[in-house]
């Protein structure tokens, strides 16, 4: 019956946003924010804690400024993910510029599988769907199911209203193995915390864990690694610029050569999050261990 409610509450936003329309509902989402910030601190300690950590140098002042548009930042993007069902193939275009995809398209044209690894930065879902639409292409996006079913339900329907496929984390990773032997496109986001006992890299002069999917399933299968991180503009409209992660002279050790490719990622994504540290999810404990 939990589960049931809340779906209920959730999808209720998605309704109230189509009546308002995506312009308006982004306005309205400070309200959100404001409610979680100050109202209902949900996880907000580990936010300035986080801030804290990459960002030893800032002032009390300037961290807590940070803090709260990182809540507004994903106010907007709560927003816009329940905006999905509503939002129009053009519409979507228009709201996501995508450049250098000429990369992608060519290196897939090429005959090669690839990575398309990115961050939960600015609105990820966006640029999923967005990418597929606009490359005209069927890309397997990697997902961790939710805790409510009939929400993970919902999220799938709307992940694959554009002709995008999901496939889940757990047992069936072995779904992205297959999918990149059979050179396609696979979505990734590879920021959030690994195992205690996994791979650790330097983030922001810290050490921390990670997840080390990516850089085994690119070493295992040959496969090329592009970055696309979307980046929120003045305009509430998104860029990504599409990179190709370099993953050439690597040590010779297997376990080496995941730990590298890992740092590289990590640091590109830093130089990202230094230029807009709101739009980063600093909600989970990033330096756990």
């Known amino acids: 019956m939990q589960n049931i409610l809340e779906y209920f509450l959730f999808i209720s936003f998605s309704y109230l946003f189509k009546i308002l329309g995506l312009k308006l509902s982004r306005k309205v989402s400070v309200i959100i924010a404001l409610f979680f910030y100050y109202i209902i ?12 950590y990459a960002f030893p140098d800032y002032t009390q002042e300037k961290i ?9 930042s994903f106010a907007v993007t709560f927003t816009e993910i329940m905006y999905l069902p509503h939002i129009s193939r053009k519409k979507l275009i228009e709201n996501v510029e995508c450049v250098n995809l000429n990369i992608l398209k060519k290196r897939y044209e090429e005959g090669n599988p690839i990575i398309l690894l990115t961050a939960h930065f600015g609105n990820w879902e966006y640029m999923a769907t967005s990418t597929g639409v606009q490359l005209n292409l069927l890309l397997n996006v ?14 799938k ?3 694959t209203r554009f002709g995008n496929s999901v496939i889940p984390m ?8 297959q999918k990149l032997k059979e050179k396609q496109i696979v979505i990734m986001a590879a920021d959030q915390r690994g195992d205690e006992d996994s791979i650790r890299v330097n983030l922001f002069g810290r050490s921390t864990s990670v997840f080390p999917g990516p850089a085994t399933l690119a070493l295992k299968t040959n496969a090329v690694i592009i970055c696309a991180i979307p980046v929120r503009q003045k305009d509430k409209k998104y860029k990504i610029v599409f990179e190709e992660l370099n993953i050439d002279n690597l040590p010779e050790e297997l376990e080496d050569k995941k730990v590298e490719i890992c ?8 130089k990202i999050i230094e230029k807009n540290p709101e739009q980063w999810l600093w909600m989970h404990k990033r330096w756990k261990h």
């Open 263 to 270: 740092q590289r990622y990590t640091s590109y994504l830093q």
């Open 142 to 155: 990697v997902i961790k199911n939710q805790r409510n079913p009939y929400v993970t339900k919902w999220l």
């Open 41 to 52: 601190p949900i996880r907000k300690e580990t936010v300035l804690q986080n801030l804290k």
């Open 157 to 159: 329907k709307n992940r």
């Open 170 to 177: 757990g047992i069936q990773i072995r779904k992205v193995y």
């Open 64 to 72: 807590k400024k940070i803090s709260y548009e990182n809540y507004k």
